[in-house]
């Protein structure tokens, strides 16, 4: 990731130098503990700035083509499921509403994507004068840009799975453990599709124990990375992977497009 000096620092180095003089003094009444504390990196502080600070694709051509390729094997894993399409279709929607995102991450893992970000060029002086008349479409747009932070912590989940090197049939059950979340609302077949997701995380214990006999807590921390996933918006899917190809299209418009196609 492409990094750039922010505010953040400038402002802190200026707050270092006033006060460097009586860091330097009081160095020798302080215990060793304290003086290695002095030379730890700012870095290894998260700054604030990584909230707010835009980025977008490196290599946005390569990368979208390979999410869309995820999205679509995501979209025709979930059709292809018998329980599945016995639910209603109410039903078949409101789960892949909620699901497809965590899914396409898990899609993100198990292919091995990956992709590098680099801060977004900001708007030129004219665009934000023609555009002054849509400002509230503007800042609507601006929270859902992809920020350093959000791309941080879809990155952190993908490592996570990557650590656990999960098998394909154990990155099968684990979709049909988050698909099948009775936890929706309004669901017309909440009760069986309750008994689907236990029966999914069986197969998932069950399927692991023979590959990771040492590891009895396996199962737990993939489970606790599943639950990791639903911290990522979909939104910061939607645009850092798709909105350079779909423009103002609804994703989930086209998902479900794609999940009525037959």
């Given amino acids: 990731m492409d990094t750039a000096a922010c505010h953040c620092t400038e402002r802190r180095d200026r707050n270092t130098n006033a006060i460097l003089y009586n860091i330097l003094s009081q160095m020798e009444s ?43 094997k995501t979209v025709h894993f979930m059709k292809n499921l018998p329980a599945f399409n016995q639910l209603p279709l109410h039903d078949q929607f409101s789960l892949l509403q909620k699901c497809w995102a965590p899914l396409f991450i898990l899609g993100l893992a198990q292919e091995g994507v990956r992709f590098e970000v680099t801060d977004t060029p900001a708007d030129s002086m004219l665009k934000k004068i023609l555009m002054n008349r849509q400002q509230e479409s503007v800042d609507a747009e601006e929270r859902e840009q992809p920020t350093v932070a959000g791309v941080s912590r879809l990155k952190s989940c993908l490592k996570r799975f990557g650590r656990l090197d999960l098998s394909p049939k154990e990155y099968a059950y684990l979709k049909g453990t988050l698909i099948f979340n009775p936890d929706i609302p309004e669901l017309n077949a909440a009760l069986f599709i309750e008994g689907l997701q236990q029966e999914a995380q069986k197969a998932l214990e069950e399927v692991g124990q023979p590959l990771h006999p040492d590891d009895p807590g396996r199962f737990a921390r993939i489970l606790l990375s599943a639950s990791m996933l639903q911290t990522i918006p979909p939104t910061l899917l939607t645009e850092l992977f798709f909105r350079p190809l779909i423009g103002e299209a609804d994703l989930v418009e086209l998902l479900v497009e794609m999940l009525l196609f037959r």
């Fill in 30 to 72: 302080r215990d060793p503990r304290q003086q290695s504390d002095l030379h730890r990196s700012p870095s290894s502080h998260p700054c604030p700035c990584d909230r707010r600070r835009r980025v977008c694709l490196k290599k946005p051509a390569k990368t979208c083509q390979e999410a869309s390729a995820v999205l679509v």
